[in-house]
């Protein structure tokens, strides 16, 4: 029988690469399952993984610590692979940050914690690796503090510094634990360290309740059960943001963690966040309308298609039918079952509040909703990350085109936050990504789960060509070869329209020089060579061409002869119109703190950009251009080492202009380069 609502925590574990949160995770299964210690690679066991040491997925782990029922979400924390730590702090109920005691403010984790402020999530800290040289829980909490505000106090304190770390001093419980055993004696030397830390923690919690801050402000003392309740009342509201010390290597803070997860971390029932898609709110009520939100897919070469989903309200059991609101099909339970890593355990029945996994779902995807036929409702998919880094693909050898793009397909079913899709000016196929080692990541997948072959380039910049002045041409095609020949004479006049105005074609032709049921040919010929440009290959636009003389043969013309005609005339004439060539620009958001926005324009106008505008966007800064796209190829991975990684951008296209013509060579050639460079 499932467990009910109350009983269930959903936590996420967010934070930067190396933080140790899949440690901090793999820990906290080996002491609920009752190892002597972690359970190793049960959260990292793709191969991927572990040949590179890091998280490159989300994990789930459901666990039981002192009658709760907790499912675990393990995120990554490359900057490359967020979006699953973005949708984790959707589905779950609280998010346990983990920071480096060495290095605790990085990129990853301002953009994490921004995120869970914008879903409006719980949070707890966990100050990992105290065991390490040269750190100090107090300096990481005043800069927790600073950062994140004061809500933010410390629930424990670490007994120890470095390698002579011992274990945890609880301050709520008055209890030091260490190496298994419980001591209610402060120990030597951190009464000082203690009072302060108390006072903090006392002072978060008398705020968090009206009735305990009366108290606390007439010299009262709040009874340890009375703080109890105001600190769970305060992590669920987000007035209080309780810090742990740890250290995962040693197995030190763990059982704390968990402790504190089970008795004071916000459950499905206590914070309604569910808002579905016509605005209503979905409570978790084990009794309510049944719905569950899909938000993550796992894809076996061999086994099929896993989902995993959360349930949001009502419950149900194995083999029911539902319905999907996006496709309209049914679906079938055909079994239930909760993850431990790859590990999967059958239930039989499922309650709002729990996150299980479904094998086998016919027309279901990541971010659907699957729910009743009587009453159905939908949510809105997760905001992802916007890619950044972006190849043209196809498959390595001919004839497998169709698995490749199949591979793919299920790849991207994964991870939403890869991009597939078809340009219209260079009829590449584009993936695109949240970064270089995204992409690669999932080509590598690609070959290594369906052995196929994936050739990945930097994608062509769309150029395009003009002129810039008027002219006539004659296009003439005589052919004699014996019977019947060919025979079309075309003359036009070529002038420049209006930029994005595109083509404009006027039959200007009177007494009949070329017969009417020509004149469609000439057009078509015309537009043929419009495709193939004449300064180096790109697609001529914006121009007017009119057809005003020409001459026929009763016998020999046709509309085949018209067609080359039409396209010889045009290649003339543009050629003696002054041709230019145009290059996209985009408009280009770029999102910094305000120290480095000297940084960010400094680089920006050596692409030649043009700076738009600034605003203000909390507490960072919005830098708007417009620059050619052709000097935006290499733009991520620069701006990431310009910054750091402390800012992000978002590109629009925008509109053309002509190539200044000291850089025709230059532009022309650095779209060639990138043409031909392969991922290394």
């Known amino acids: ?68 029922e907790v499912n675990l979400l393990d995120t990554p924390g490359d900057g490359g692979f967020i979006a699953d730590a973005f949708v984790a702090q959707r589905v779950a109920d609280c998010a346990v940050l983990v920071v480096h005691a060495q290095d605790p403010i990085q990129v990853v984790t301002e953009r994490v914690w921004r995120r869970g402020e914008k879903e409006d999530i719980p949070h707890f800290i966990v100050v990992n690796h105290l065991d390490r ?47 298994g055993e419980q001591s209610t004696e402060i120990p030597e030397g951190m009464e000082d360290e203690v009072d302060v830390a108390k006072t903090q923690l006392f002072e978060a919690i008398a705020e968090s309740d009206d009735t305990l801050l009366e108290k606390y402000l007439e010299g009262e003392e709040i009874s340890t059960e009375e703080a109890f309740d105001g600190i769970r009342k305060g992590i669920a509201e987000g007035l209080i943001i309780p810090v742990l010390a740890a250290s995962a290597e040693r197995g030190i803070g763990v059982d704390r963690l968990l402790d504190v997860i089970a008795g004071s971390a916000p459950g499905p029932v206590d914070r309604s966040r569910w808002i579905s898609e016509d605005g209503d709110e979905i409570s978790c009520d084990p009794d309510g309308p049944f719905a569950a939100y899909v938000f993550k897919t796992y894809v076996d070469p061999y086994a099929g298609r896993l989902s995993v989903m959360r349930v949001v309200s009502g419950r149900c059991r194995s083999d029911e039918a539902l319905t999907n609101p996006r496709t309209g099909s049914n679906e079938r339970l055909g079994g239930i079952s909760h993850l431990t890593g790859k590990e999967r355990s059958s239930v039989d029945e499922t309650v709002a509040g729990d996150i299980i996994a479904v094998a086998k779902l016919r027309d279901t995807s990541t971010f659907d909703t699957l729910c009743k036929p009587e009453k159905v409702i939908s949510f809105e998919p997760v905001e992802l990350p916007e890619p950044t880094t972006a190849f043209a693909i196809e498959a390595k050898a001919r004839g497998e085109e169709e698995k490749v793009f199949e591979a793919i397909r299920r790849v991207t079913d994964e991870d939403p936050s890869l991009n597939l899709e078809r340009s219209e000016d260079t009829g590449e196929d584009i993936l695109s990504g949240l970064a270089q080692m995204h992409v690669e990541f999932a080509l590598e997948r690609i070959q290594r789960r369906y052995g196929v072959e994936v050739e990945a380039k930097a994608p062509r910049v769309p150029f395009k060509e003009t002129i810039s002045g008027h002219a006539q041409a004659q296009g003439r095609y005589k052919k004699q070869t014996g019977g019947r020949g060919q025979f079309g004479d075309a003359r036009i006049e070529v002038s420049p329209l209006p930029r994005g105005s595109g083509f404009e074609f006027e039959n200007a032709i009177v007494g009949g020089s070329i ?109 708007q251009a417009e620059v050619p796209q052709v000097e935006m190829l290499t733009y991520a991975r620069d701006l990431r080492s ?21 850089l025709v060579e230059r532009v022309l050639a650095a779209n060639a380069r990138e043409d031909e460079k392969a991922v290394s």
Request: include cysteine.
């Open 642 to 662: 310009v910054t750091g990684g402390k800012a992000n951008f978002h590109v629009e296209p925008g509109h053309y202009e002509e190539v200044p013509p000291n």
């Open 1 to 68: 029988m499932a467990a009910e609502p109350e009983l269930i925590r959903n936590v996420c574990l967010i934070g930067h690469r190396g933080s140790g949160k899949t440690s901090i995770g793999e820990a906290m299964l080996g002491l609920a399952s009752g190892r002597s210690g972690p359970a190793g690679g049960a959260l990292d066991y793709a191969e991927e993984e572990v040949e590179r040491g890091m998280t490159l997925g989300m994990s789930v782990a459901h666990l039981e610590w002192k009658g709760r």
């Open 133 to 179: 040289e040269r750190t100090d829980f107090s300096e990481v909490l005043d800069q927790l503090r600073e950062r994140f505000g004061q809500a933010v106090v410390p629930l424990n304190l670490p007994i120890g510094r470095e390698d002579d770390l011992r274990g945890v001093y609880g301050l709520l419980s008055g209890t030091a634990f260490v190496n």
């Open 515 to 623: 017969p009417r049921q020509f004149i469609p040919a000439v057009e078509k010929g015309i537009v043929e060579a419009m495709r193939q440009g004449t300064i180096a290959g790109y697609p001529v636009v914006d121009v007017k061409v009119r057809l005003y003389d020409g001459q026929f043969h009763t016998v020999d013309s046709s509309e085949a002869a018209f067609k080359v005609a039409g396209s010889m005339a045009f290649k003339n004439a543009v050629a003696d119109a002054t041709p230019v060539l145009l290059e996209p620009y985009v408009k280009v958001e770029v999102l910094a703190p305000t120290e480095l926005v000297g940084d960010i324009m400094g680089d920006l106008s050596g692409r030649r950009g043009r700076p738009m505008g600034m605003e203000q966007r909390g507490e960072r800064q919005v830098v």
